[in-house]
């Protein structure tokens, strides 16, 4: 049996940016961190039968690999060359379609569990691009290497990613102090909406791709990645109030991008927090549900009372600095 993990993340500033329609012509630039709320995945061999079974949301029992009904195993084992002969189990800390990266975490964990199961070690770098390269290369998903990147490293990273599609990962240099700050008053609550972020990308990638509003969407993708690179600065210099300051900007910005970004309830308890001592917001992900993320540096209690009592889950997490990992084998 061979039990592995990848972390979920999220986006602390420039998100967005890594979007292929974007980063292919600019480059990205973005920072992004893992937190302790992880996929994990099950295996093992198959004693008897010789034939695939899976357990996520579904359960499937086939014979060839071809056959399996959910794209990202199969693709996987596929590029793997894993074929037959084994049982895969799948759970997740948190429900998937939250905005927090589940499908490229489950992929990465899948990976380096197949990878595993056939005796090799790979390296976080070749994780992460085989989960691209499945994701936005064989499935066509209208999504960049952000949630791939910070599934495999862990850590608080900047990923600058170059128009020819190779991504640098830097970690952030802050303090071990100001890692704690950030843990306490990054507040996330779960807004209870799921949502396929395909959905949302594919509607920004649709306007980018009309000439009416492509100027507009560029114009708005570089306003966010000179966000991104300044929020670093912060967390570099130590300036955490003007981080959550810049976080209020961001999603002030990113709400430009597609109609499918908020809704009414999403911007009545922004409203909410914001009014009552947060200093910045925003959803996690591509957006219209799942994570509502502020940046709070008084009143914890209160707004967290003040978002409970409208319905949201408040979901405490701390930074995972360890990525992808393989945690059990017997």
């Known amino acids: ?65 071809d056959d399996i009904k959910h794209p990202l ?5 596929k590029l793997t060359g894993v074929t037959n002969g084994v049982e895969i189990h799948s759970m997740s800390d948190l429900t998937a379609g939250s905005g927090l990266g589940s499908s490229s975490a489950f992929l990465v964990a899948l990976l380096n569990a197949l990878h ?25 998903e209208p999504i960049g290497k952000q949630d791939q990147y910070a599934s495999a490293f862990g850590n608080l990273v900047h990923l600058k990613i170059a128009p020819n599609g190779k991504v640098t990962v830097t970690p952030i240099n802050i303090t071990h102090e100001n890692i704690r700050i ?13 949502r396929s ?19 507009d969407m560029y114009k708005y993708y570089h306003e966010i990645k000179k966000i991104g690179e300044q929020s670093k600065k912060c967390l570099e210099k130590g300036n955490l109030t003007r981080f959550g300051e810049w976080m209020n900007i961001h999603w002030e910005l990113k709400k430009n991008l597609s109609n499918k970004m908020s809704n009414t309830k999403i911007d009545e308890w922004y409203k909410l927090a914001m009014d009552n001592g947060a200093l910045g917001g925003k959803i996690i992900g591509a957006g219209g549900g ?39 084998n017997e």
């Open 73 to 77: 195993i199969r693709e996987a084992m």
């Open 116 to 140: 595993y199961y056939k005796g090799e070690t790979v390296s976080r770098y070749k994780l992460a691009e085989d989960a691209s390269d499945i994701t936005m290369g064989t499935l066509k």
């Open 182 to 194: 950030l843990e306490k008053n990054l507040m996330m609550f779960y807004t209870g909406y799921t």
């Open 290 to 328: 799942g994570f509502l993320l502020f940046y709070v540096d008084k009143n914890h209690d209160k707004i967290q009372t003040l978002m409970e009592n409208e319905g949201l889950v408040y979901t405490p997490f701390k930074f995972d600095f360890e990525g992808a990992r393989i945690i059990y």
């Open 197 to 215: 972020a395909s959905d949302v990308l594919g509607d920004q990638k649709k306007r980018s791709e009309d000439k009416a509003t492509e100027e």
């Open 1 to 65: 049996m061979i039990i592995s993990r990848a972390p979920l993340r999220i986006s602390l500033g420039g998100g967005g940016t890594d979007l292929p329609f974007y980063a292919n012509k600019f480059g990205g630039s973005l920072i992004t961190a893992s937190i302790n709320r992880h996929i994990y995945i099950m295996m093992g061999p198959r004693k008897v039968e010789r034939n695939i079974k899976l357990n996520y949301s579904q359960t499937e029992v086939v014979d060839n690999v």
